[in-house]
């Protein structure tokens, strides 16, 4: 093998920006103990201002799918996006960029600097948790992506923050797991969208709670080589929230920020150990000036623009978030060509499954935002059909994971008389420190502003009035003793402990109790409730309420029955925040409470059959032969019902690929685990992840990553690409195909690349380019991709630099990993060769 080297600088990265442009105010100005105060953060989701430097506080935000701000409050609504996944099924970077900027806006709306998002971790488990909150099992798909997020964001003035770097693909003991990851699998595949997005400038990224190879990555000399040093960043490196959890270490390492704060290890200890030698002033300093370069990039230092707050625009954003639900939305089956429904043909359509009526629009944990209105799958399909088109629902199973929060319909506020709960925050005397009404029984945030240093307890109060009799299941969450009294009468007294340091069980979903109580439709009931603060246990308290449900033999039936009688059937499954959360991986890939056996039986009673399928990431599918179509929506934020109706009834494509391989078994050669060995997780796998591992098994999943079908037929007819490529440079690749179908049509050409007796280990094929074309029916297109010249090179271990291995690459053309009904050859040949 003749190998070239092909490493260097990236040719098109941003510049470092000037020091007169950046630094003229440094931290020399600041004395050490003023420096290490500033990198500690100053409080839950804001920096410290320096009144000195003209520094106001630097104001943070979780996204990615919305901008939550600083309080996780529904009074504080938000617009809800799409998942990552659906962004990424899209394959269009130029939607996701429009998206980016949307959610700038969203930033200035709310006060916010930084978007802590995109998340490029990969897929490289489908039991991973987190997927809904990744793009792609794929590095190439993910930094494209990733890069047009981050350009969209940017490109409102708000800093975007490339997370979690690097190798946090597991929930499990994602605290403390050590990622076993091969050098040259790290470079290649898990760091490579980290790569994309400095390319691309980003100006901050965040250091993962995992370790790597031994070292936790707020300490990790990966922050230094490659991302300062070897790529250029100049961003700040912000830890993820309790990453930073030593001194001198973490004090040396080129982790700049520690949050939340103030942060126990820095600050005055990181000024002392300044001081007496133990961490290197230069560290701080550099620390210090990264922090002033990002405050003027998003205008939180005197004297530098900052861009002014936008009013909201709720028609023109519901109608972009449409429209990126159901570009992102794939066809997996059709059989028949039953979709699109044809509207005037129907004149009763049954609308089943859990999802149906109450949407399963984000993923759980920080990711997760409220939004200030959801359109459900049977409000969408409702709103779309014409007069006359009778509309019928039944969920066919319930949901048993986790209670739901009392409703602001079922409720009044005892004090205000109007609906919701009345909440007071009290001293250990019972003397009222604070209270709020809140619109209904979910957990809550109090504003930072507020002195709660005396807290004690926690009373809610509320009036239930339901319209349905029976056993209803009334419940509480949180954690420590909080007893519930109905009527007066405490039908809960006990204390739950916590099961988990984990910040997302801790704050978002504790433990929950729940008591049976006979309720008759109409009654007014007083449900009260008050938890006892500890240390520890964080702040959630919420009052929740289910309704009785038939047996689920009552509920299947009843499905079952509308179905008979329907001209089509929509049965929309899958999963929720309750199944894929930060905080922990799934232990099934199996949709949940009897989903499976509802969709099989309904589409024995109804061939016309359409099964919808929302969740994050993958879920097996066992009636998959058994529907007539099959349309992943995934989590389609809060415009989903809509963008579904659109894809259904023909007004919109479903323009959505596969970004990830779906498996047809939960277990297999290509299907590792989340679960670390005594702390550790091999990355045994190394290059070989998502289809790459399909493909080196040998085996066939469910749907190949890169699949979908849309509404066209499309005919591969020919592909060209030069004989020869010099190494490091790229090449194009012409593909001409056409449109067979007789619907206008968008086509995502996916270009392969294979290296046939290669003398070092490669995937049996990866992905190299791909872009979208569009025809009418019978129109022939070109579509020309082009391929960069990093996917004809490796990272070569022995000499610690990217490579071209001379010699004959096979280019694959087709619509996706596993149907490439076109090839070429091109060689690379040095220049005297």
């Known amino acids: 093998m003749t190998a070239i080297d092909t490493s260097g600088r990236f040719p098109d990265s941003p510049a470092p920006d000037a020091p007169g442009a950046t630094d003229a105010v440094g931290p020399e100005v600041l004395d050490t103990a003023r420096k290490a105060r500033l990198v500690s953060g100053g409080g839950t989701f804001r920096t410290s201002a320096e009144p000195a430097l003209g520094l106001r506080p630097i104001v943070t935000s979780d996204g990615p799918i919305g901008v939550r701000g600083e309080r996780w409050d529904e009074t504080d609504t938000a617009l809800a996006l799409p998942s990552p996944t659906a962004m990424a099924a899209s394959w269009d970077e130029e939607l996701v960029e429009h998206l980016g900027t949307l959610l700038a806006a969203e930033a200035r709306r709310k006060g916010v600097d930084v978007l802590l998002a995109p998340t490029l971790n990969l897929h490289r488990s489908p039991y991973a948790g987190r997927n809904f909150e990744c793009f792609a099992e794929d590095p190439l798909l993910t930094g494209r992506i990733g890069a047009a997020y981050v350009r969209g964001v940017q490109g409102g003035g708000v800093a975007a923050t490339a997370k979690h770097y690097v190798g946090n693909e597991s929930e499990t003991e994602r605290l403390t797991l050590d990622a076993a990851i091969d050098e040259r699998t790290l470079r290649e595949v898990y760091l490579a969208p980290f790569e994309a997005a400095v390319r691309a400038g980003v100006w901050a990224v965040m250091s993962a709670y995992n370790g790597v190879n031994g070292r936790s990555m707020s300490e990790s000399p990966l922050l230094a080589e490659p991302l300062k040093g070897e790529w250029g960043f100049d961003g700040l490196v912000v830890s993820d929230w309790g990453a930073v959890r030593s001194t001198e270490t973490a004090g040396a390492a080129a982790v700049d920020l520690a949050m ?37 990039r998003v205008g939180a230092l005197e004297g530098t623009p900052a861009r002014p707050p936008v009013a909201a625009r709720p028609e023109r954003d519901r109608a972009r978030l449409r429209r990126a639900a159901a570009t992102g939305a794939v066809l997996l089956t059709n059989r028949g060509g039953l979709l699109p429904l044809d509207p005037a043909r129907v004149r009763r359509i049954a609308v089943l499954g859990p999802g149906a009526a109450a949407a399963r629009i984000q993923g759980g944990g920080s990711a997760s935002v409220y939004p200030a209105s959801v359109v459900s799958p049977l409000d969408g399909i409702r709103a779309a059909l014409p007069p006359g088109v009778e509309v019928v629902h039944a969920p066919g199973v319930r949901s048993s994971v986790r209670p739901t929060p009392v409703a602001a319909g079922d409720c009044r506020n005892p004090v205000t008389g109007r609906p919701g709960v009345h909440v007071r925050f009290l001293d250990v005397a019972g003397r009222v ?92 009931t007083e449900v009260a409730a008050r938890r006892i603060v500890e240390p520890g246990h964080g702040r959630v308290v919420a009052l929740t309420a289910d309704a009785p449900a038939g047996t689920p033999e009552e509920e299947l039936a009843a499905a079952v029955e509308l179905a008979r009688g329907a001209d089509a059937v929509i049965v929309v499954v899958g999963t929720s925040e309750q199944h894929e959360s930060e905080g922990f991986d799934r232990s099934t890939l ?29 879920v097996l599918m066992p009636w998959r032969g058994e529907a007539a179509a099959v349309l992943l929506g995934w989590f389609p934020g809060q415009e989903g019902g809509d963008g579904l109706a659109d894809v259904l009834f023909g007004r919109a494509e479903p323009g959505g690929r596969l970004p990830a391989t779906w498996p047809a078994t939960g ?32 085996a066939e999943p469910a749907y190949w990553f890169g699949h979908g079908l849309g509404y066209g037929q499309w005919e591969y007819l020919a592909v060209e690409v030069p004989q020869h490529v010099a190494p490091g440079a790229g090449f194009t690749v012409r593909t001409v195909l ?49 391929v960069a010249p990093r996917a004809l090179a490796h990272w070569s271990v022995e000499e610690r630099r990217w490579l071209a291995e001379e010699g004959v690459f096979t280019v694959l053309v087709g619509p996706s990993c596993g149907e490439v009904p076109l090839s070429a050859a091109v060689e690379v040949v040095a220049a005297d060769g």
């Open 260 to 296: 939340p704060g103030p942060n126990e290890h820095w600050g005055e200890r990181l000024a002392e150990a300044v001081r007496t030698g133990r961490v290197p002033a230069a560290a701080l300093d550099d620390k210090v000036r990264r922090l002033l370069r990002l405050a003027r």
């Open 433 to 524: 420190l604070h209270t709020e009404d809140r619109p209904s029984g979910r957990s809550f945030e109090v504003d930072e502003s507020v002195d709660l240093t005396a807290l004690h307890s926690v009373d809610l109060r509320t009036v239930l009035r339901v319209g349905t009799a029976g056993r209803w299941r009334l419940g509480v969450v949180g954690l420590g003793a909080v007893p519930l009294r109905v009527d007066g009468r405490t039908v809960l007294d006990c204390y739950t402990a916590p099961e988990s340091d984990d910040p997302t069980y801790l704050h978002v979903m504790p433990s929950f109790r729940q008591a049976e109580v006979e309720l008759a439709a109409g009654q007014e």
């Open 590 to 618: 199996d949709l949940p409470d009897g989903q499976n056996a509802l969709v099989s039986a309904v589409a024995a009673a109804n061939p016309a059959t359409v099964a919808v399928v929302t969740s994050g990431g993958p």
């Open 667 to 698: 277990a297999g050669p290509a299907v590792p685990g989340t679960r670390p060995r005594d702390g550790v997780l091999a990355y045994r796998e190394g290059l070989h992840l998502g289809h790459r591992g399909w493909l080196r098994a040998g």
């Open 738 to 786: 056409r449109n067979t179908g007789r619907r206008a049509s968008r086509e995502v050409v996916q270009v392969y690349l294979a290296r046939p007796g290669s003398a070092v280990e490669r995937p049996v094929r990866w992905l190299a380019g791909f872009a979208a074309v569009r025809a009418e029916p019978g129109q022939r297109v070109e579509a020309r991709i082009e």
